[in-house]
């Protein structure tokens, strides 16, 4: 049986599945996801039948377009700039 869709529960938060789940696949700053989350989520109307799985979906999919995976370290889509040697075709700097 589907379980029905409904709107953001008022006490929606960060559970403890979510952060299982964000520290397994390297991802960070599970505040700053929230917020926007919610922002988009209300602004938008959304209803969810699993809200932590929707949540877990904006943090893979980056809604919140903070451009990396994690604050550790991990890269993310938009990392490396900093050692790109784009005078060479793009490739990075060996040993600054």
Known sequence: MKKKKTARPQN????QRVREWAEKHGYGQLDAH???FILQ????????SDWDAALMSAIRDDWAGLGTKDKKGAAGAHSGFDTRDYLKGGGFVQDL
């Open 12 to 15: 929606f938060g960060i559970s």
């Open 41 to 48: 989520s209300d602004k938008g109307g959304y209803r969810y």
């Open 34 to 36: 929230l917020d926007y």
